[in-house]
């Protein structure tokens, strides 16, 4: 009986707890169902406003206008205008680097004298290309300086309007153009386009001027690469023959001519005559 009385308080203690849980639990209930409730009452429909009555038109006489300034306060190009010609000349600077320069030429060259020498991949693209790329800013380092002092940086200065300086800045170009250009290939663009053939030189447009240009370029490539091939091919003919009188018949040529041609082209320095042909075809 003495143990049954001791649990007794701990039995209400319990009990007690319980019914303060149920008691919450009722609570949180009736408040969630309160809220439903008024949030599912609809609200009453608010009446619709008046249309509004449309502003009458501008009179045009009172001389509004829309006005765009490219130039800065200082007359200077706006950096926003100068970023979108970086941006358009970057877009197109590989055509008119492949179009307009000695690139055309040197990469061609380097390219023959890669394969007259059997070489597939050696010396690889990578290097050809910039290779060619830095020769030809040494080619075309006295245009392209003489276009920034005459265009380039009077035109940043302000000095010039836009349509002054690509006319001033293209005429050196058409200067390196012309004198890299032989008079066939002009006549050869001019008679394809159904032109008369310009008086002079200088009265022949762009755009027959850069595809004769190009042509005039990889004529010279073409006869450059001929004499480069010349050496290496007496060189295949000498083993082949060799190879021939041995019996060697089944005995690819080019694994034992190939050695002789890179000594011969290292002895004879190969890539300097190369480039000292190339730089010297632009005077």
Not at 101 to 107: E, I, L, R, S
Not at 135 to 146: K, N
């Amino acid at each position: 009986m003495s143990a049954a009385r001791r649990a007794h308080p701990g039995r209400a203690v319990a009990l007690a707890a319980v019914a303060l849980l149920v008691l919450l639990l009722a609570l949180v209930a009736g408040a969630v169902l309160a809220d439903g409730a008024a949030a599912s009452t609809p609200e009453p429909p608010t009446a619709p406003s008046a249309p509004a009555q449309p502003a009458p038109p501008a009179d045009p006489s009172t001389g509004g206008s829309v006005s765009l300034e490219v130039n800065g306060p200082n007359g200077t190009p706006a950096s926003a205008i100068v970023l979108i010609l970086v941006i358009t000349g970057l877009s197109v600077a590989p055509g008119l680097l492949l179009m307009t320069t000695a690139f055309t030429k040197v990469v061609v060259v380097l390219a023959l004298t890669r394969n007259a020498i059997g070489l597939q991949m050696t010396p690889p693209n990578q290097v050809l290309l910039g290779l060619a790329l830095f020769l030809t800013m040494f080619v075309m380092a006295p245009t392209l300086g003489e276009i920034n002092d005459v265009a380039v940086q009077p035109y940043l200065g302000g000095d010039l309007p836009l349509e002054e300086a690509f006319t001033l800045g293209l005429q050196p170009l058409r200067e390196f153009m012309l004198g890299s250009t032989r008079p066939e290939e002009l006549a050869l663009i001019t008679k394809a386009a159904g032109q008369e053939l310009p008086a002079a030189a200088a009265d022949v447009p762009i755009t027959t001027l850069v595809p004769a240009f190009v042509l005039s370029e990889l004529r010279s490539a073409m006869i450059i690469g001929f004499v480069v091939f010349v050496p290496f091919l007496v060189i295949d003919l000498v083993v082949s023959s060799a190879l021939m009188s041995v019996g060697m018949m089944m005995l690819p040529p080019v694994i034992i001519s190939l050695p002789f041609k890179i000594l011969l082209f290292v002895l004879v320095d190969g890539w300097g005559l190369v480039v000292r042909a190339l730089v010297g075809s632009y005077g």
